[in-house]
């Protein structure tokens, strides 16, 4: 099943460089629409390591980059129509990377996320690289481009930073659309909402549409039980089938909540131990000590499974209940099981590499471009 559930079109003939490209995940998708990726970067070695296992053949398409240093750390996106350096920092940016015709990148969700500091711009760590990606674009002007990130980016306190975004991606000479999308629509057993921004260059007439749902009805969406179908019931190590089990806190409580269930089953007085301060803070938190539901989706796959407020457990009633393996999580997000992590990789490392772009909704906007560039 998850050799041929993602299609395999003709070479397109158009090239593309994968911007913060982690493990290769996304890049699935654009090999199997017949996109020839000529360069990538990450500034994880063991993103980059994998990434070249699996696609860089004897090229090493993939290199380590710490894309913050491309521009001032200062430089802010409401102040860069005025900043007299724009242009030496387009020219610099031509000489790091090759012309291509599409360029796609998912800068780093961490700032824009709801779960966290949500500092966005101001985040000192990965708050500029978002910039970082538009700038990039306007430097090479490709044919098209693809940005993906959390929905959290157009949610009300960053959506004033997303539409300056927007328009300077704009003015750069783009006519840009943007999307959330679910994975789950499109053939994969996760509900994983991203927000997709999708530019054309201006001078091409065609117009490009988002892809529609290939599974828009309950009946036809994928559930877990049928992606990890063939995997064993317990990890035996092969394959990166192997997992992470339970938190220490939550060990005294996991027995006594149903499939289906979390924090909210357990008696008062438990659900007071457990969650500490968190039992009176109110609104819907309903992920601490979530125990799946095999026969309904997954929430989304994050990049550590470890996290207490999105615990996602199975229990199939053998062994000690335990996260999704790897392995799991790779199929969860439609990864063909060829897919293998590079040599000596920690185990946590694997995990935090199999969050990203699904690769069949990677696929189908890759080929909605594609469509829209060579029609």
């Not at 939550?250 to 499939?259: L, N, Q, R, Y």
């Amino acid at each position: 099943m998850y050799e041929s559930i993602i299609p395999v079109r003709e070479d397109s003939g158009l090239s593309h460089l994968d911007c913060f490209c982690g493990a290769g995940i996304g890049e699935i998708g654009a090999v199997r629409a017949g996109i020839k990726t000529v360069f990538a970067f990450d500034n994880n070695k063991w993103a980059v390591e994998t990434y070249n296992k699996n696609f860089g053949g004897e090229n090493n398409l993939a290199r380590i980059l710490d894309a913050k240093k491309l521009i001032p750390e200062s430089l802010k996106i409401k102040d860069i129509a005025d900043n007299y350096e724009l242009e030496e920092i387009l020219k610099h940016i031509r000489t790091v990377f090759p012309l291509v015709d599409i360029i796609s990148g998912g800068f780093p969700c961490k700032p824009w996320s709801l779960i966290g500091a949500r500092k966005g711009e101001d985040d000192n760590k990965f708050g500029n690289l978002a910039l970082v990606q538009c700038l990039i674009i306007r430097a090479l002007q490709p044919k098209a481009f693809l940005i993906e990130n959390v929905d959290g980016l157009v949610k009300k306190n960053n959506i004033s930073y997303f539409e300056d975004m927007i328009d300077f991606l704009q003015d750069s000479g783009f006519s840009v659309k943007w999307k959330v999308l679910c994975s789950s629509d499109y053939g994969c057993a996760q509900k994983r909402k991203r927000v997709f921004v999708v530019g054309i260059r201006n001078d091409i007439n065609n117009e490009f549409f988002f892809p529609e749902p290939t599974t828009s009805s309950s009946v036809d969406k994928l559930s877990i039980n049928d992606a990890l179908a063939g995997l064993p019931l317990s990890p035996d190590g092969v394959n990166d089938h192997e997992c992470v089990y339970l938190r220490n806190d939550e060990k005294p409580f996991v027995d006594k909540i149903p499939v289906g269930g979390n924090w909210k089953s357990l008696p008062i007085e438990d659900q007071k131990t457990f969650m500490k301060k968190g039992f009176y803070s109110g609104g819907g938190r309903t992920g601490a000590l979530k125990k799946i539901d095999p026969n309904g989706m997954a929430n989304t796959i994050l990049s550590s499974p470890l996290g207490k407020a999105t615990a996602q457990i199975l229990d199939y009633g053998i062994g000690e209940p335990r996260r999704y393996s790897v392995r799991e999580s790779l199929r969860l997000q439609s990864v063909p099981d060829t897919f293998s992590f590079a040599d000596g990789m920690p185990l946590m490392k694997k995990y935090e590499r199999c969050s990203g772009i699904s690769s069949i909704v990677s696929y189908h906007l890759f080929s909605s471009i594609v469509d829209t560039l060579i029609c």
